[in-house]
């Protein structure tokens, strides 16, 4: 059974930067693409960033240039490194890897 747990989370003011991971079991991580989402209160969940297999990055409009993704199969779980956060990055951040997902990371950006 897959199993996936995001942490990191947190409140920092705008301007700040956070990292995420994902640490997932009971699949062979490196075999599998890592995919960031979010969901903003009233929002629908929102594609972020990805990493591939092959540690080939992609970015949604909202993560280019402030947010990266990275990941280190030995440990089995993906990062998201963000950084000049804004307000309306306000969400819970979520994993998606192999069609499971975690439960989610709270971050809020505010003065």
């Known amino acids: 059974q897959v199993h996936v747990v995001e942490s990191g989370g947190g409140l920092v003011q705008p301007g700040g930067s956070l990292r995420l991971s994902c640490a997932a079991s009971g699949l062979p991580f490196d075999k599998y693409p890592v995919d960031w989402y979010r969901q903003a209160p009233g929002e629908q969940r929102e594609w972020v960033a990805g990493?591939?297999?092959?540690?080939?990055?992609n970015y949604g409009d909202s993560a280019k240039g402030r947010f990266t993704v990275s990941r280190d199969n030995g440990k089995r779980t993906g990062y998201l490194q963000m950084n000049r956060l804004k307000p309306e990055d306000t969400a819970v951040y979520f994993c998606?890897?192999?069609?499971?997902w975690g439960q989610g990371t709270q971050v809020t950006v505010s003065s």
């Open positions: 998606h890897i192999q069609s499971s």
């Open positions: 990493i591939g297999p092959d540690g080939l990055p």
